[in-house]
């Protein structure tokens, strides 16, 4: 993936009156997202069904907070966090997500998750720590290449 392309350092709008929508399997395979969800991250959703939903990670996201998620998520409770993801064209949006999951007579049978906007000031707050996070993990550093 090249990340040196004049999209990576644009930003997508996420939309105030609607939802970013996905459902995973057990194991984070994509099984479902609505069109808000298609349209802003650049695929379309048969792009999307089927594969694991680490395709939109942006390489600014700390594994840490992913390791976070799985792990609440295997305690059986409900994950809520700010991820910035990545478009299929590298340019990025940022969301408030929230996972849990989703029972069928009292059985996990998937994940869903719902994302909403986030504020200015908590894109700068989070842009920053997940930065410094990277940095004390020994993580892939952000160098951003002008053209
Ligand atoms: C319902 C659900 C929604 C998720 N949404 C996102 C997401 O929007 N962006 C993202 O990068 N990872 C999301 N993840 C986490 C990914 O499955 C994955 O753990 C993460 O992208 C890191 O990739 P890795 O586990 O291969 O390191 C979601 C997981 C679940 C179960």
Redesign the pocket.
């Known amino acids: 993936m090249e990340y040196n392309r004049s999209e990576f350092l644009i930003e997508t709008a996420v939309p105030e009156d609607e939802l970013i929508i996905?459902?995973?399997d057990l194991t984070?395979v994509i099984t479902y997202v609505n069109e808000t969800f298609a349209q802003i991250s650049g695929y379309t959703s048969a792009e999307l069904v089927g594969k694991?939903?680490?395709i939109?990670?942006?390489p600014d996201?700390p594994?840490e907070v992913?390791k976070e998620?799985?792990q609440t998520?295997q305690e059986g409770k409900k994950w809520g966090g700010f991820?910035k993801?990545m478009r299929s064209d590298t340019g990025f949006y940022w969301?408030y997500?929230e996972?849990s999951g989703v029972f069928k007579e009292g059985e996990l049978v998937e994940?869903?998750?719902i994302?909403t906007p986030i504020r200015y000031e908590e894109k700068l707050e989070y842009q920053k720590l997940y930065d410094a996070m990277r940095l004390k993990a020994k993580e892939r550093r952000r160098i951003v290449k002008y053209m």
């Open positions: 996905s459902r995973t984070g694991p939903h680490n939109i990670r942006h996201m594994s992913f998620l799985w998520l991820i993801n969301v997500a996972v994940y869903k998750s994302r």
